[in-house]
């Protein structure tokens, strides 16, 4: 079917339903974050925890994909993944990352960047325990970002540890599977107005101190 590239271009959607100054944030972008998490959770938006996490690959591209957020902590928001994936073999060449919440409900984005480091595997093995069992067992059998020769490949390594772990529920966390998290450097608050006149509030680190200000949109 052909693209009407015209009908593209004429998309739009008029941005009314709220407002963000520098007077209503709060001085910690962490705090300001999971204000509005908690906002897009009452607003039912679909999935509020998905967020584009982009990393620098080994040419030095950009490379950006969809992950779950898990948790907000003090310093920081963390996430888990296979420390063997492409995410995380660009991650432990290069620590700095940029995160990117989207929220169409409520016409907001937040955009993060920051350092990333390894939780601990205390944090790890709790979280991993608390999966159902089958993403256990995928976590087992995916040599995740590798080419595979086909989908019968992966469904025999399914086979394979479903087999391994039938008597028990304890499935063991495997040693290249964990948690990371990302301490913010910068957060940006995005919310849409009328006119593409959308309301900008930045936080910057600065010795250790958050710095707040506006930015045309």
């Known amino acids: 079917m052909a693209i009407d590239h015209k009908n593209i271009a004429a998309i739009r959607e008029d941005y009314a339903k709220d407002s963000l100054s520098e007077q209503q944030v709060h001085a910690d972008p962490v705090v300001q974050f999971t204000q509005w998490f908690e906002q897009a959770l009452h ?6 925890n998905a967020m584009t996490l982009a990393t620098i690959n080994e040419s ?25 994936s492409q995410k995380g073999l660009d991650m432990a060449r ?42 256990r067992i995928g976590a087992w059998a995916s040599p995740q970002s590798q080419i595979i020769p086909d989908r019968d490949f992966l469904e025999r390594r399914v086979d394979f540890y479903e087999q391994k772990f039938a008597l028990s529920d ?12 990302v301490k913010p ?20 680190l600065e010795e250790g101190r958050w710095i707040v200000n506006r930015l045309a949109p």
């Open 185 to 204: 450097v910068q957060f940006e608050f995005w919310q849409g107005r009328s006119s593409r006149l959308h309301d900008r509030i930045v936080y910057f």
């Open 43 to 48: 607003a039912k938006v679909i999935e509020p």
């Open 94 to 135: 290069c620590a700095k990352v940029s995160l990117l919440f989207f929220w169409p409900e409520l016409q907001r984005q937040v955009r993060v960047e920051g350092l990333v480091e390894r939780l601990c595997q205390e944090d790890s093995d709790e979280y991993f325990a608390s999966r159902p069992k089958g993403s």
């Open 170 to 181: 304890v499935v063991d966390r495997p040693p290249f599977w964990g948690g990371y998290l």
């Open 60 to 84: 030095g591209f950009p490379s950006a994909r969809i992950v779950l957020l898990k948790d907000i902590k003090v310093d920081g928001l963390s996430f888990f993944t296979n420390y063997e």
